[in-house]
């Protein structure tokens, strides 16, 4: 998905003035997307998160790099760009600040999970 419609989305997320299709409507129009590509940027930003799958990859970096150095915070920054939209937007600093705790709470499972794996507890389902 483009960046730009990850943008758009955050916008739409974010703006409170006149009506939901007011504001659709300007975000349409400044990103020139057309309604399809607005709902599938937000199913993809908002459903589209594998915090199971991100959280695996992390487990598997912190026991593959146990000195925790910084190809370990770029490959794990990677990792989690890759399961999870929401934070990419989040790490690019193009999230509005009303998603942000909503990111940090989505960092803080992926953290948790990685540490229960690598601790040898097993995920819960």
Same mark, same amino acid.
Do not use: W
């Given at each position: 998905?483009?960046?730009?419609?990850?943008?758009?989305?955050?916008?739409?997320?974010? &703006? !409170?003035?006149?009506?939901?299709?007011?504001?659709?409507? +300007?975000?349409?129009?400044?990103?020139?997307?057309?309604?399809?590509?607005?709902?599938?940027?937000?199913?993809?930003?908002?459903?589209?998160?594998?915090?199971?799958?991100?959280?695996?990859?992390?487990?598997?970096?912190?026991?593959? *790099?146990?000195? +925790?150095? &910084?190809? *370990?915070?770029?490959?794990? !920054?990677?990792?989690?760009?890759?399961?999870?939209?929401?934070?990419?937007? *989040?790490? &690019?600093?193009?999230?509005?600040?009303?998603?942000?705790?909503?990111?940090?709470?989505?960092?803080?499972?992926? &953290?948790?999970?990685?540490?229960?794996?690598?601790?040898?507890?097993?995920?819960?389902?």
């Amino acid at each position: 998905m483009n960046t730009n419609h990850h943008k758009a989305v955050c916008e739409l997320c974010s &703006d !409170i003035e006149g009506t939901t299709a007011a504001r659709v409507e +300007r975000v349409l129009s400044r990103y020139s997307m057309s309604e399809d590509q607005l709902t599938a940027a937000c199913e993809e930003l908002f459903s589209g998160n594998d915090v199971m799958g991100a959280s695996i990859g992390v487990a598997a970096l912190k026991l593959t *790099y146990p000195e +925790r150095g &910084d190809d *370990y915070e770029e490959l794990c !920054i990677r990792v989690i760009e890759q399961g999870c939209p929401l934070l990419r937007m *989040y790490y &690019d600093g193009a999230l509005p600040a009303e998603l942000e705790h909503n990111a940090v709470e989505m960092l803080n499972m992926i &953290d948790d999970a990685a540490e229960r794996q690598v601790a040898g507890f097993p995920l819960p389902i």
